[in-house]
């Protein structure tokens, strides 16, 4: 069984930085507004044999074995294959190594031949990739970040050139995960740190943080990195895939790598300010930017530049708030009722505001997977809430009243208001991203269409990330489970106990990010938010179990308790034994999601994205950039 599809994994860690991590602001998908831009400064006549992007974030490290950051990553890659990727058809590309499998559980490791490390290091071999997993990342002393990916695995060395991992059940989306990406780093490097269980040695290697071991795995070698500037590179001559191109192929050479790379040198810049960022490109400095949306019309009006739009995985949605201090309009919390999250997806029309709010560069969003995904459901299996008869003011009232039915309150419409049960009219708070001009028009469409539809009134305010996340998402002051001495549970409090579905659920668990029951609550209430985005993994879509997979889910913020079983379709998708099987899971989880709308679904932004005129390899695909080494300028 070949892997041929796949997505960034999801690490169901808890800590805070992990779940953000799940969650984006608006900015990674470059759709904020801006200011400070110069239309047609392009130089024609730029400088061509230098590939230059910028990063938004402060580089921490390059040491591959404790990066996790996307602006360090973006760097690392200039020097350091990944192990394989994806390509513009979703297909498994295998880069340093080939991964393959017959069953999803015992997965062969197969690397390409002539992988060479710098001297004094000499060839790469299976034994460098099993010490590095073995003794670093289950080590249990070394602290990678990878190292709750490989827990459990087994790894044994067949010969110098393969490698197999076994893991503790199958898993068919195990590539999709990302989860088996290792770097290559030489034995003889680590085994002086492993001896010594030197973590901090490990961190600050400088062969290791400069990539001084890189030797043929990487298109360019590092020259210099300028720590909050800059880092520079030269190409490098001895690129493996430009060699496996024009000699014996052991391994399929993707297209395009034949005397790869073809610019001289590549830069990544720091530059955290959006309107910098801009400037840079306007003036020729850097080859690629995210382009607002609002400024695509002008863009691509100018000849020096190609804007490309390329669909993304985050989604733009209204996260409720069910937990017992959401709902500030009065008594109960009609959140909590399906019907009445169905009313407020079906009062947003999506269609109008992806042209108002994304000016066009998006697609409707009515599940929790999106439209280019290998898994999402036939268009007749999904309740479109938002669009064509499930759109409108009748409609949405009527799912309103449904709500009210079932809520032991007297909530109603009151002429053109929805009311409380004391008469008032029913008045919500709806946190957006501050500064950002596309989380304004969509908390302002939304306003609008709540009042128009259903009566409610919306007051808007805009909030930082890091501010909304700390004082309404994380609980850190929660109840916890009591443990004996060895560490094992000997009793849940009744604080971490609550009926869901007709069924005692206790929480052994629980996290920052799902602290307890409902009546477990974050200092600050609120009711909605379109602060955040978040991660739909679509190509690895068991991995938003981490949201779904019942109320004690890690990830469970919101305190949404499935009205569906959601645990046995997950579980049922981690049996999966083929790929059919599979998708017909995941459409059935997919169809309940939409029906539920557990967060109430608006749209997946797309980035717009603009480069210097002439350049080749850029396309309108969920996996452009995999291969960034054969880019040139035509």
Do not use: K
């Not at 760097?75 to 990944?82: E, G, N, S, T, V």
């Amino acid at each position: 069984m070949r892997r041929d599809r796949g997505d960034a994994g999801a690490d169901c860690g808890v800590r805070r930085r992990r779940y953000l991590s799940t969650l984006a602001g608006g900015a990674s998908v470059a759709l904020a507004g801006c200011s400070s831009l110069g239309f047609g400064a392009v130089d024609a006549g730029r400088d061509a044999s230098t590939y230059a992007t910028a990063v938004t974030e402060p580089i921490a490290t390059l040491n591959p074995i404790y990066n996790a950051a996307n602006g360090g990553g973006n760097a690392i890659a200039r020097a350091l294959d990944p192990g394989y990727a994806f390509d513009g058809e979703d297909e498994y590309v295998p880069l340093l190594y080939d991964l393959s499998s017959d069953d999803g559980r015992e997965w062969t490791f197969r690397l390409r031949d002539g992988l060479q490390f710098s001297e004094p290091y000499g060839s790469v071999t299976a034994h460098d990739f099993v010490y590095l997993i073995r003794e670093v990342h289950q080590g249990g002393w070394a602290e990678s970040p990878a190292a709750a990916h490989w827990r459990g695995v087994e790894v044994t060395v067949v010969d110098d050139r393969t490698f197999r991992a076994r893991l503790p059940r199958p898993r068919l989306l195990w590539p999709e995960s990302y989860e088996p990406l290792v770097y290559p780093i030489p034995r003889e490097l680590l085994e002086p740190y492993v001896e010594r269980t030197d973590v901090e040695g490990l961190r600050t290697d400088r062969t290791l943080v400069e990539l001084g071991f890189s030797g043929n795995l990487g298109p360019y070698v590092l020259d210099e990195w300028q720590r909050g500037e800059a880092v520079r590179f030269s190409r490098n001559d001895e690129y493996y895939l430009r060699a496996a191109a024009a000699g014996t192929r052991d391994i399929a050479v993707p297209p395009g790598f034949d005397g790869a790379p073809h610019f001289d040198a590549a830069t990544v810049r720091v530059l955290p300010d959006r309107a910098a960022r801009l400037d840079a490109f306007d003036s020729g400095t850097i080859d690629a930017a995210a382009i607002p949306v609002d400024r695509i019309g002008a863009y691509r009006d100018d000849d020096a530049v190609t804007v490309g739009r390329v669909p993304q995985a985050h989604a733009e949605r209204i996260a409720v708030n069910m937990r017992d201090n959401g709902w500030t309009a009065g008594p109960g919390n009609l959140f909590r009722h399906r019907s009445f999250r169905r009313a407020l997806s079906a009062a947003i029309d999506t269609d109008a505001l992806v042209e108002e709010a994304f000016h066009g560069a998006a697609a409707p969003q009515f599940t929790w997977h999106p439209p280019f995904g290998e898994f999402h459901p036939p268009d007749d299996e999904l309740p479109r809430f938002g669009s064509g008869d499930r759109y409108g003011r009748g409609y949405a009232r009527d799912l309103a009243r449904q709500a009210f039915e079932r809520s032991t309150h007297g909530y109603r419409f009151d002429g053109e208001e929805m009311v409380t049960p004391d008469g008032e009219r029913v008045s919500l708070g709806l946190y957006r991203r501050a500064d950002d001009g596309v989380s304004r028009r969509v908390a302002a469409f939304v306003a609008a269409e709540l009042d128009a539809n259903l009566g409610i009134d919306v007051a808007v305010e805009g909030i930082s990330r890091e501010r909304f996340a700390s004082e309404c998402y994380v609980v850190d002051d929660r109840p916890t489970p009591e443990r004996d001495g060895t560490g094992d549970r000997v009793n849940v409090p009744d604080a971490l106990v609550d009926e869901v579905r007709g069924e005692w659920v206790a929480w052994t668990r629980p996290t920052a990010v799902n602290p307890g029951p409902r009546r477990v609550t974050a200092d600050t209430p609120w009711d909605m938010e379109v602060v955040f985005r978040s991660n739909t993994f679509p190509r690895n879509p068991l991995a938003t179990a981490a949201l779904f997979d019942g109320a004690t889910a890690p990830y469970n913020a919101v305190g949404y308790y499935p009205e569906f079983d959601a645990a046995s379709l997950f579980e049922r998708g981690r049996r999966a034994t083929d790929r059919d099987a599979l998708a017909e899971t995941l459409t059935e989880l997919f169809s309940e999601i939409a029906a539920a709308q557990p967060y109430v679904t608006l749209a997946f932004p797309a980035a717009a994205v603009g480069y210097r005129a002439g350049l080749s390899g850029p396309i309108e695909r969920f996996s452009n950039g995999w291969n960034r080494a054969a880019w040139r300028y035509e």
